[in-house]
C-alpha cells in the first residue's frame, strides 16, 4: 500500500521560512502528480501547489510568489519552500500523490504549520 511520510512542520514567526518534504513509499509505480494541501480549524481542505511528474507547478493565489514546490521523480517525493510565512499559511499540511494505476489518490497523515509572533 503506498504510504506518505511528511517532515519539515514547525513553528515560525512572521515573515520566516519553513521546508516541507514528503516522499512516497510502497508501491513500484511512478507518480504522475503530488502536491500539498491544507486545512486550518474550521475550514476545509484547501490546495496549496501540486506539480506535475513533468515538473508543471500549480499555486492557490493566496501563496504564489512566496512558496515553491519541487519534485524528485526518482524518489517519488516532494518538496514544498514557504517563504514570508503569514499567521494566516497556520495549518495542518498533508501531502498529496496520484498515480495512473490507481484510481484513488493517497494522503500523508499531516503536519502542523504555525504561524505566530
Known amino acids: 500500500q503506498v504510504m506518505l511520510v511528511e517532515s519539515g512542520g514547525g513553528s515560525v514567526q512572521p515573515g520566516g521560512s519553513l521546508r516541507l518534504s514528503c516522499e512516497a513509499s510502497?508501491?513500484?509505480?511512478?507518480?504522475?502528480?503530488m502536491g500539498w494541501y491544507r486545512q486550518a480549524p474550521g475550514n476545509q481542505r484547501e490546495l496549496v501547489a501540486v506539480?506535475?511528474?513533468?515538473?508543471?507547478?500549480r499555486y492557490s493565489d493566496s501563496v504564489k510568489g512566496r512558496f515553491s514546490i519541487s519534485i524528485n521523480n526518482t524518489k517519488n517525493a516532494v518538496d514544498l519552500q514557504m517563504n514570508s510565512l503569514r499567521p494566516e499559511d497556520t495549518a495542518v499540511y498533508f501531502c498529496?500523490?496520484?498515480?495512473?494505476?490507481?484510481?484513488?489518490?493517497?494522503w500523508g497523515q499531516g503536519t502542523q504549520v504555525s504561524v505566530s509572533a
Open positions: 498529496n500523490a496520484r498515480y495512473f494505476e490507481y484510481s484513488e489518490e493517497f
Open positions: 510502497g508501491t513500484r509505480f511512478s507518480v504522475y502528480a
Open positions: 506539480i506535475s511528474a513533468g515538473g508543471r507547478p
